[in-house]
């Protein structure tokens, strides 16, 4: 089983600036390798797939890079709505399908 | 737009069985995987199951394994997740969701139910 580290759990960052969490696999996923928001009381919304492609009405604002065990999602000038938990999850070498434990973006 | 409604989440005892159901609309259903994923309270996302576009293979999580089954109805655009012998630990908001490639292979999900709540408890 892949195991999905993400770090920090938790961030604090102003409105304005950029964010930057880690996703770290415990072996190669290739590019196979997705990100997603939650925010409270809601389901989980695709942001980025294939490591890098921007799903369907997510805002350039967030971008995501790597390959191979590292990984990044970048959130250029957050904005207030932006503030959420943060899920990594491979697809590469499955089953298992797995998730990462979050990171908590938090306002500073 | 695509729609996935989950439903059967109720409280039940330990050692008993319910049915989950997630209701599609909005897109080709037999075209793409679907999944099932939990999340108990304040923790993190959990894939659970998985099953291919015409249902002739499924997959599971090894804490499921053995107690848990999926299926789809392509003629009705229905998921389902039979759950048996329950424990505590399946405590959970379960979600349905759509894989994003057509065919039978893994992927991300694009899209996610609103999710259904079962509780095991006595």
Same mark, same amino acid.
């Given at each position: @089983?892949?195991?999905?580290?993400?770090?920090? %759990?938790?961030?604090?960052?102003?409105?304005?600036?950029? %964010?930057?969490?880690? !996703?770290? *696999?415990?072996?190669?996923?290739?590019?196979?390798?997705?990100?997603?928001?939650?925010?409270?009381?809601? *389901?989980?919304?695709?942001?980025?797939?294939?490591?890098?492609? $921007?799903?369907?009405?997510?805002? *350039?604002?967030?971008?995501?890079?790597?390959?191979?065990?590292?990984?990044?999602?970048?959130?250029?000038?957050?904005?207030? @709505?932006?503030?959420?938990?943060?899920? !990594?999850?491979?697809?590469?070498?499955?089953?298992?399908?797995?998730?990462?434990?979050?990171? $908590?973006?938090?306002?500073? | 737009?695509?729609?996935?409604? @989950?439903?059967?989440?109720?409280?039940?005892?330990?050692?008993?069985?319910? $049915?989950?159901? !997630?209701?599609?609309?909005?897109?080709?259903?037999?075209?793409?995987?679907?999944?099932?994923? $939990?999340?108990?309270?304040?923790?993190?996302?959990?894939?659970?199951?998985?099953?291919?576009?015409?249902?002739?293979?499924?997959?599971?999580?090894?804490?499921?394994?053995?107690?848990?089954?999926?299926?789809?109805?392509?003629?009705?655009?229905?998921?389902?997740?039979?759950?048996?012998?329950?424990?505590? @630990?399946?405590?959970?908001?379960?979600? !349905?969701?759509?894989?994003?490639?057509?065919?039978?292979?893994?992927?991300?999900?694009?899209?996610?139910?609103?999710?259904?709540?079962?509780?095991?408890?006595?």
């Amino acid at each position: @089983e892949i195991v999905m580290t993400q770090s920090p %759990a938790t961030l604090s960052v102003s409105p304005g600036e950029r %964010a930057t969490l880690s !996703c770290r *696999a415990s072996q190669s996923v290739s590019s196979n390798l997705a990100w997603y928001q939650q925010k409270p009381g809601q *389901a989980p919304r695709l942001l980025i797939y294939g490591t890098s492609t $921007r799903a369907t009405g997510i805002p *350039a604002r967030f971008s995501g890079s790597g390959s191979g065990t590292e990984f990044t999602l970048t959130i250029s000038s957050l904005q207030s @709505e932006d503030f959420a938990v943060y899920y !990594c999850q491979q697809y590469n070498n499955w089953p298992p399908i797995t998730f990462g434990q979050g990171t $908590r973006l938090e306002i500073k | 737009e695509v729609q996935l409604v @989950e439903s059967g989440g109720v409280v039940v005892q330990p050692g008993g069985s319910l $049915r989950l159901s !997630c209701a599609a609309s909005g897109f080709t259903f037999d075209d793409h995987s679907m999944y099932w994923v $939990r999340q108990a309270l304040g923790k993190g996302l959990e894939w659970v199951s998985l099953i291919t576009w015409d249902g002739s293979r499924t997959y599971y999580g090894d804490s499921v394994k053995g107690r848990f089954t999926i299926s789809r109805d392509n003629t009705k655009n229905s998921l389902y997740l039979q759950m048996n012998s329950l424990r505590t @630990e399946d405590t959970a908001l379960y979600y !349905c969701a759509k894989g994003s490639i057509p065919g039978p292979t893994a992927g991300s999900l694009d899209y996610w139910g609103q999710g259904t709540l079962v509780t095991v408890s006595s």
